[in-house]
């Protein structure tokens, strides 16, 4: 049965429900939504990611972006989602469980975009709950990080608001825009409740 009337091509063990979104693996059919948001974006989204290929918004080049990623969730290393708004299956950015560690650490990294249309809404707030939700849930983890530039003030405020601790700092953590860059440590337990929308911050005083 087709859920929110995706074709039924979609597995439902990578669909993740949320507050009016749902989040779930891409597939050729976005390609046009996908490259044309990404379009859209690039300023907004160039001070905070790696410097995009030549070929990034083609076709063939979005094609192999989904063979890998296939096989990276064939391996349960990397779990990257699409995320689209319920009302109309609009694609408003992407979120990923990456970086899965199992065995003594059962732990896996969380990264996510938003396109500029639709920055600033809630959305993303209610996507990486949900996906949090996923993560300690069927995927079975304990520990899901983050790390942002400490400049991106957005989502520094996101993470918080969604539960995580700062536990960090980390010196030229990621090649970001051509540069290594700092980076501020984010982290939330599968013990840690997931902070519901206008719950109050804890202090870190």
């Not at 976005?30 to 948001?37: G, H, K, M, N, T």
């Not at 990294?109 to 500029?116: A, N, S």
């Not at 600033?120 to 709950?129: I, L």
């Not at 942002?148 to 010196?171: D, I, M, T």
């Amino acid at each position: 049965m087709a859920l929110f009337g995706i074709r039924a091509s979609v597995d439902e063990a990578y669909l993740i429900r949320g507050d009016g979104l749902y989040l779930r693996p891409g597939e050729m059919r976005d390609f046009q939504q996908w490259a044309e948001l990404r379009e859209r974006s690039r300023a907004f989204l160039t001070p905070w990611e790696p410097v995009w290929p030549a070929d990034d918004l083609t076709r063939s080049a979005f094609r192999r972006r989904l063979r890998r990623q296939a096989d990276e969730i064939e391996r349960d290393e990397t779990y990257p989602f699409f995320l689209f708004r319920e009302a109309d299956h609009a694609l408003m950015g992407g979120l990923t469980i990456g970086q899965v560690r199992r065995g003594v650490a059962q732990a896996a990294t969380l990264g996510y975009w938003m396109g500029h249309e639709f920055a600033g809404r809630g959305h993303m707030s209610k996507a990486v709950r949900a996906a949090l939700g996923y993560g300690f849930g069927a995927m079975r983890l304990h520990r899901v990080e983050a790390a942002c530039v400490p400049g991106n003030v957005r989502s520094k405020r996101l993470l918080e608001r969604c539960g995580f601790q700062q536990e960090g700092y980390a010196r030229s953590y990621l090649r970001i825009n051509g540069a290594w860059q700092d980076h501020l440590l984010f982290a939330i337990l599968s013990s840690d409740p997931i902070r519901a929308p206008g719950a109050p911050q804890a202090s870190h005083s």
